[in-house]
């Protein structure tokens, strides 16, 4: 499985910008990571592909919302409010079906990634 992000860049706090992650064939879940310099790879999102179930962190819920579309391979991550410490390198992540329909939290819950996408929110 390849995963391919796009939709990273620059912006002011409280702009918005949209994430893109396209999968070459579907994956049981498909999660959105990001890692700040520095900084451990935190989950930020992640979807069932079957049903659309979605399990959000707690630090983004409410500023961004998880969606696909099944008919394109592909997840969307639509951040609005940006703040400064939103600036990372955002991972896409695919979960074997093997592995269950589980949203893991963890890094190693997932076998697939994607290069990154740098998202940098100034102030």
Do not use: H
Request: hydrophobic fraction near 30%; proline fraction near 2%; glycine fraction near 12%.
């Amino acid at each position: 499985v390849q995963l391919g992000e796009s939709g990273g860049g620059e912006v002011q706090a409280g702009g918005s910008l949209r994430l893109s992650c396209l999968a070459s064939r579907r994956t049981a879940v498909m999660a959105w990571f990001r890692q700040a310099p520095g900084k451990d790879r935190e989950f930020v999102s992640g979807v069932t592909w079957n049903d659309g179930s979605t399990s959000v962190s707690d630090s983004v819920k409410g500023r961004f919302t998880l969606s696909r579309d099944t008919a394109k391979n592909t997840m969307y991550l639509q951040m609005n409010n940006l703040k400064p410490e939103d600036t990372a390198v955002y991972y896409c992540a695919g979960r074997n079906w093997e592995r269950g329909l589980i949203i893991s939290r963890s890094v190693s819950g997932y076998d697939y990634w994607g290069q990154g996408t740098q998202v940098t929110v100034s102030s």
